[in-house]
């Protein structure tokens, strides 16, 4: 468990400096913003997806390195996925970080999202690193309102 742990906490250096897919989206189709008050986290999803799928996938705001790490990993998973395909792992996802046990099979198709299984031990941080998955949600559901963790 410490390997996952070391490679856990290098992931959230790494994508915490260097955040994959920052940036404004001008071809945006949709856009949804999340905040977090427990711990001041704010995103915006900038999407364009058509009915295939998300062609392009960019976030913005500012938040812990926790919410930056995931944002940047996700938004890496999800470009070029379907919808249906970002839905399903939107649920492996999120079942793996309160708790739920998953199978072999479920950890590889979430790939580097995995090293965040040990956080449902941390219930306020499961929030930071759901953030941008629920803002997520409510984008590829067209829903273009603001979404809160509380
Ligand atoms: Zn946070």
């Keep these: 468990m410490d390997e996952l742990k070391d490679l856990y906490q290098e992931m959230v250096m790494d994508h915490n400096k260097n955040p994959r897919n920052f940036g404004e989206l001008k071809n945006a189709t949709h856009h949804t913003e999340g905040y977090n008050p427990l711990c001041g986290d704010h995103i915006h999803i900038h999407l364009n997806l058509d009915d295939k799928k998300v062609n392009e996938i960019k976030f913005t705001g500012d938040g812990c390195a926790i919410s930056k790490a995931s944002a940047s990993l996700m938004t890496g998973i999800i470009k070029g996925k379907s919808k249906q395909e970002s839905l399903r792992i939107f649920g492996?996802?999120?079942?793996?970080?309160?708790?739920?046990?998953?199978?072999?099979?479920?950890?590889?198709?979430?790939?580097?999202?995995?090293?965040?299984?040990?956080?449902?031990?941390?219930?306020?941080?499961?929030?930071?690193?759901?953030?941008?998955?629920?803002?997520l949600n409510s984008a590829l559901n067209n829903e273009n309102k603001k979404v809160s963790t509380e």
């Design 92 to 135: 492996l996802f999120h079942r793996l970080i309160t708790g739920v046990v998953l199978s072999d099979d479920e950890l590889k198709e979430l790939g580097k999202l995995s090293v965040f299984q040990d956080l449902c031990n941390f219930p306020s941080r499961v929030k930071c690193a759901g953030l941008c998955w629920h803002t």
